[in-house]
Structures are given as C-alpha cells and as structure tokens.
C-alpha cells in the first residue's frame, strides 16, 4: 500500500488556483488551463511544495472534465496529460502524484439533469488519462453530493489500479451542502473501495472538530484533513488564518481525531491510530505546509 511507505504523518500540498492568482492567472480564467500555456508556472508552485515537505502534490486538473472543458478548444487527456508530468517532473523521486479529481460542475438528477452514467463516463475518462500519464493515485475532493462522489470514486476503481483519496465539503452544521453526513459518507466511500477519506476545502480547521472526530469514528481508513486558510478579506483578498495559526488548529483537529481512535475496540494491549493525511486547500500556501511540518 502507498501509505505504508509514510509513518504516522502524511503531507499534502496546500491550494493550487489562489497560488497560481499570484504567479499570473487573471481572474475568471481557468487554472488547469496553464498546464498548456504557462507549463513552466505550474511547475513552479509543485516545486515550492515539495520544497515546503509535500509527500504527496495534486496536480493541476481539478475540473479537466469532459463537460467543463468543452468551449475551450482542449481535451481532458491534454490537460490531464501535461498537468501529471508537469507534477511528476517537480515530484521527481521526493513526492508522489495524485491526480486531481474535482465536481463535474453539474447538479446529478434528481437535483439537476446530469445521469449518474454520464457523471461516471466524464470521471472515467479523468481516471484513464491520470493513470496513462504516470499518476501514483487519485485525489477525489470537494464533493457535495454523495451520488457524484458514488460516481467518481467507482469510475477510478473500476477503470484503474489507482489507490483513492475521497473527500467531501461539509459545512459548519456537519452536513454537505447536499446534506450528506460524514458518516453516510466515510461509510460509502470506504464500501466503495477509497482507501482514504476526510474533509477538505469551505472551513478552517477549527471549524471541522466535529465533523473529523465523527469520521474517525465511522471509520479505520486513513483520514484526509485539508482546511481552507479561513475566509479571504473582501477588500485585500487575505485569508484570516496565517501559517502559525493553520498549524496550531491542525494540531487540535489531529488530538480530536486521536481520541477518537483511541476510543475504538481493539484487541487487549493495541491501541488503533488512524493514519493522517493532511494539507491545506483555498488560501493556504507552502509556508502553510512548513509550518504543519514543523508542528508534527
């Protein structure tokens, strides 16, 4: 298994867009577009991550799916494609690749009109171009309805050898915006076959105790912590938690996961750890990372 190759702590990277809105990217361009016309920009974020103490880097193509990616003149396997080497070439023999798997941009039926079939054929061509590419595993994240993350989690396990980070975005009532709960979905992402799962994205690590802790609860799958930086300032763009801060809520939110561990049924004289994966999304940054790496 991958994560056998790490000790107790795994280390993702933090944000990619907010990054890259500072390395060049306009406003309301697309990100992953960069992968083909500024390659050499990308790189560079990876780097700074790997720099920072990454184990793990998503690469640049949270939404390269066929749907999303249909008015712009580019394929998802040209955006896949180019974004997994750019990632492999800043990894080099220090950071695995996953490949980043975001929402369709689509609301499945009932919601709205996309067939769990059409949302299972866009994630299996993500999940086939990934693994061509030379992915190491795929990161599934920021899932609001649990039949699109059904969707994708089952495309990548039924199509490749990809192990499958999963997680979803929950709000500060516990809930998705969809109203899935981390129970129904550790449960169903572990049925499925993820071989991780946890929360990322919407919320800073102090407003995700609850929901952790009931994950950890639910399941023994390693957990996937990825807090977003706080909230960004209208006015300047700042998120309100710096580095330090991240950090020292991060520390709290793994305690919480801990005891929850702890607190689980094992055989007399074991005590059960959850593997932890954890990063940073929206806002955060490779100092961020440096500063969780100096914590743990």
């Known amino acids: 298994m991958l994560f056998d190759l790490y000790g107790d702590y795994i280390f993702c990277d933090g944000a990619m867009g907010t990054v890259l809105q500072k390395n060049g990217l306009n406003p309301g361009d697309r990100p992953d577009i960069m992968n083909i016309t500024a390659p050499e920009v990308v ?3 990876h ?9 793990i880097i998503y690469s640049n193509t949270f939404g390269a799916n066929a749907g999303s990616l249909s008015e712009t003149g580019y394929s998802p396997e040209e955006i896949i494609d180019s974004g997994i080497k750019i990632a492999k070439r800043a990894g080099g023999s220090t950071a695995k690749v996953a490949l980043d798997i975001g929402p369709t941009g689509l609301l499945l039926e009932p919601m ?12 299996k061509q993500q999940a ?60 169903t992402a572990e049925l499925l076959g993820a071989d991780a799962v946890g929360i990322n994205c919407s919320l800073e690590p102090a407003e995700m105790f609850s ?8 399941t023994n799958l390693p957990l996937v912590i990825k807090p977003n930086a706080g909230l960004p300032d209208g006015t300047t763009g700042v998120y309100s938690i710096d580095p330090d801060e991240f950090a020292r809520q991060m520390l709290q939110l793994v305690e919480i996961a801990r005891t929850a561990s702890a607190a ?6 074991q005590v059960f750890r959850h593997k932890m ?10 100092d961020y990372i440096r500063a969780l790496r100096k914590v743990f």
């Open 43 to 45: 790189e560079r974020v």
């Open 112 to 123: 709205g009109d996309l067939e769990f079939g059409m949302a299972y054929e866009l994630f």
């Open 128 to 187: 086939a171009a990934g693994e061509k590419a030379g992915a190491d595993l795929a990161a599934i994240e920021t899932m609001s309805d649990i039949a699109e993350l059904k969707a994708a989690v089952t495309a990548v396990t039924e199509n490749t050898n990809l192990p499958v980070l999963a997680t979803m975005t929950f709000d500060k009532t516990g809930r998705t915006y969809l109203g899935c709960t981390p129970e129904d979905f550790a449960e």
């Open 47 to 55: 780097r700074m991550y790997v720099d920072a103490g990454s184990n």
């Open 264 to 269: 689980k049924p094992t055989p007399p004289g």
């Open 211 to 218: 929901t952790v802790e009931r994950i950890a609860l639910t």
């Open 277 to 286: 994966i954890l990063g940073g999304c929206c806002g955060t940054t490779p």
